[in-house]
């Protein structure tokens, strides 16, 4: 029964392009279920993909939620269990799959925490430029705010992606899908300055390193030491709100739309395959609305 789920795994890898982390979250979802199965009384056990039934996977739905795990969690386990069963059926495995007629639970959703445009300004102020880290972690701050990127794929740029003729970055977001997205004045000089005076000193000689932010070892930076970073300055001047590298990407998006840009802009700039993922930032801005109204006006 791995062996299919394997055969699914590279279909993902391959036909649709889908990242590392991507790819471990479906092995560790399809592995957890395949567990389950394998830990069913000998009766009940199911001796291939064929034997599984409906039955099966309500239980372990059931199993999931007797453990507590968020809804979240279940709705994403179970929506790579239907996704698996659908591979199994277009590739002659199955004459049907029994998640087929399934609904997936629905997952709880959270209105995406985000900081003020002064509790940004007062962050992407807190490097000092004067030394190389600090240019690094002033470019950093100011491209996520500029570009609304996610951390997987601004630790992913290598120095090529980015034009400072242009004022554009270009990042491969999820499923290998290319973006190009524009970047103002302050992120462009923050990254000039970076590439002509701070990251040639973390490189440091014979170093032929082709990321974009490295960390003092002169090696690619990662999404770990990214988030510490961030951590550290948020303590610094003291912003009180839970804040996470995800948090600029959440405040960009709020904040475009807050200032007037159109849905299918910030859409297209968050790297979203569906509308609906990005309306969720209208939500946000409707709340700030009704809070503005409340405060306002004059007999509310």
Known sequence: MQEQINQFLEFLEVEKGYSTNTLAAYQNDLGQFLVFLQQLSEKERPKDWKNVTRDHIIRYILEMKEREYASSTVARKVAAVKSFFKFLEETGHLNSSP??????PRAEKHLP??????????????????????????????????????????????????????????CMGKGRKERVLPIY?????????????????????????????????????????????????????????????????????????????????????????????TQIYTQVTNERMREVYDETHPRA
Do not use: C
């Open 99 to 104: 998640a087929k007629e399934l609904e997936t």
């Open 113 to 170: 925490a985000t900081i003020s445009a002064e509790d940004v300004d007062r962050l992407l102020a807190a490097p000092s430029e004067s030394t190389p880290a600090g240019m690094r972690d002033r470019a950093m701050l100011e491209l996520l705010y500029a570009t609304g990127l996610r951390v997987s794929e601004l630790v992913a740029l290598n120095v090529e992606d980015v034009n400072i003729a242009e004022g554009t970055v270009r």
């Open 185 to 277: 004045d302050r992120a462009r000089e923050a990254l000039t300055q970076y590439l002509d005076k701070g990251r040639p000193r973390l490189l440091g000689e014979g170093n032929h390193e082709k990321a974009l932010f490295l960390n003092r070892r002169g090696t690619r930076l990662t999404r770990q030491g990214l988030w510490l970073i961030i951590k550290r300055y948020v303590q610094e001047v003291n912003i009180k709100e839970n804040v996470t590298p995800h948090t600029l990407r959440h405040s960009f998006a709020t904040h475009m739309l807050r200032g007037g840009a159109d849905l299918r802009a910030v859409q297209q700039m968050l790297g979203h395959a569906n509308i609906s993922t």
